[in-house]
């Protein structure tokens, strides 16, 4: 019985020694035109889904609509041209709607 113990407590040690994979956490409010305009276009999808989320659910929304988010994707890209130095969440404040 013993045994079993010391096999089951040395397993558990070597679990929770086991190093942690690395988190990357991004603050979405910092992200700017220029920061968007750089990143490859998967990335940029990502992001344009992250705030069309985000926004859907500040409005109560539960449903995304495609064409609003491509719409709303294009105003925003439009916007960050002359506005480089603009955050994301200001832009899609003044243009999606």
């Given amino acids: 019985m013993n045994g079993k113990f010391i096999f089951a407590a ?3 040690a070597g679990v929770y020694s086991a ?9 979405m409010s910092l992200i700017t035109c220029e920061d968007y305009a750089s990143r490859p276009p998967e990335i ?10 985000y926004y859907s659910a500040s409005k109560n929304l539960n449903m995304l609509q495609f064409d609003y988010l491509k719409r709303n994707t294009q105003k925003g890209i439009a916007y ?3 506005h480089k130095d603009d955050t994301l969440m200001s832009v899609i404040s003044k243009t999606a709607h």
């Fill in 80 to 82: 960050c041209k002359k």
């Fill in 10 to 12: 040395a397993i558990l």
């Fill in 19 to 27: 190093p942690a994979s690395a988190q990357v956490v991004i603050d």
């Fill in 44 to 53: 940029k999808a990502l992001i344009a889904a992250w705030m069309s989320g």
